[in-house]
C-alpha cells in the first residue's frame, strides 16, 4: 500500500472538496457514543437529602447509582445483598410524554411519576414502611 491518498484517475477534485469539509469531533463522537444519562447536581441533591433523613430513621442503609444510556438510575437498599426496595429513576425519553422522573418499589410497580423531582420524591414524605 501507498501512503499517498486514492486520487480520482479523470483528475477531478470530488476527492479535495470531500477532504474540505469539516466535522466536529465532539458532536461525531456523541453520534457514536452517546453519553449515558446522569442525575445533575440539584437532582442529586434533592435525592441525597431524602436518602439521608431514611437512612436517619433507620429505614435505608445503602444505594446505588446507575447511568445508563437511556435513564439514570438511583436504587435504595434495606441491606446491599437485596433488591432495592425503590428506585428513583430519570428517562429524558419521556420527559414529553408522562415526566422524566418516576419511582418505583421491589415489585416494579410505579408509585409517582412527574415531571418535576422535588415533586416526585414527596412520596417519600408519607411513612412509608416495608411490608412483609
Known amino acids: 500500500m501507498s501512503e499517498q491518498p486514492d486520487l480520482p484517475r479523470d483528475g477531478s477534485k470530488t476527492s479535495e472538496k470531500r477532504a474540505a469539509a469539516v466535522v466536529d469531533l465532539r458532536e461525531y463522537r456523541q453520534s457514536r457514543d452517546p453519553l449515558?444519562?446522569?442525575?445533575?447536581?440539584?437532582?442529586?441533591?434533592?435525592?441525597?437529602?431524602?436518602?439521608?433523613?431514611?437512612?436517619?430513621?433507620?429505614?435505608?442503609r445503602d444505594y446505588a447509582i446507575d447511568h445508563l444510556k437511556d435513564?439514570?438510575?438511583?436504587?435504595?437498599?434495606?441491606?446491599?445483598?437485596?433488591?432495592?426496595?425503590?428506585r428513583i429513576e430519570k428517562v429524558p425519553a419521556l420527559a414529553a410524554k408522562q415526566g422524566a422522573f418516576l419511582v418505583t418499589n421491589?415489585?416494579?410497580?410505579?408509585?409517582k411519576r412527574g415531571?418535576?423531582?422535588?415533586?416526585?420524591?414527596?412520596?417519600?414524605d408519607k411513612a412509608m414502611k416495608l411490608v412483609d
Not at 36 to 60: N, Q
Not at 71 to 86: D, H, N, Q, T
Not at 106 to 111: E, F, P, Q, S
Not at 117 to 123: A, E, S
Open 36 to 60: 449515558p444519562v446522569t442525575f445533575h447536581r440539584r437532582e442529586l441533591d434533592a435525592i441525597l437529602w431524602i436518602y439521608g433523613k431514611m437512612v436517619g430513621d433507620g429505614e435505608w
Open 71 to 86: 435513564k439514570a438510575v438511583f436504587s435504595v437498599f434495606k441491606r446491599s445483598g437485596e433488591m432495592p426496595l425503590f
Open 115 to 124: 415531571h418535576e423531582l422535588k415533586q416526585v420524591l414527596r412520596v417519600f
Open 106 to 111: 421491589t415489585a416494579g410497580m410505579v408509585l
